[in-house]
């Protein structure tokens, strides 16, 4: 909610995030900012699940940047619109984009994201 609230979008199509998307290419996704077959070797399943490692994007966006670090996608994502990742409490400094700092990466996001959510609240 609070992502929405806050006018969260889909990192390549622009289009707002909202449950009510039809079909494949804009349909709403978990998605994994750091993809799991980037971490396997270094982490286990459950950390690669972390819901800080999570962000909502459509179908088509999700299946072009497959197995992707950070570091390789976001650079045109960046030119394209930084707000679309603000939107999402996501991190984009380049020293946090790859695998090797995943950890301060979840904890950077998970402090941007608590902050956010205590604003939502009046907190």
């Known amino acids: 909610m ?3 609230a806050d006018g969260a979008r889909d990192w390549h199509s622009n289009l707002a995030i909202a449950l009510g998307h039809r079909g494949v290419q ?3 996704q978990f998605h994994h900012i750091f993809p799991k ?3 396997k070797s270094r982490f286990t399943s459950r950390e690669a699940d972390d819901i800080a490692n999570l962000s909502f994007i459509g179908g088509k966006t999700s299946r072009q940047i497959s197995d992707k670090t950070p570091s390789e ?3 045109k994502l960046l030119e394209k619109s ?3 990742f603000v939107a999402q409490c996501i991190p984009t400094q380049p020293d946090l984009l ?3 700092r995943y950890k301060e ?3 950077e996001r998970r402090r941007l994201i608590a902050a956010r959510l205590n604003s939502f609240l009046g907190a």
């Open 37 to 39: 077959a980037v971490l």
């Open 2 to 4: 609070t992502f929405r």
């Open 105 to 107: 990466f979840l904890v």
């Open 26 to 28: 804009h349909r709403l």
């Open 82 to 84: 930084q707000s679309a």
């Open 98 to 100: 790859g695998a090797e």
């Open 73 to 75: 996608y976001f650079p």
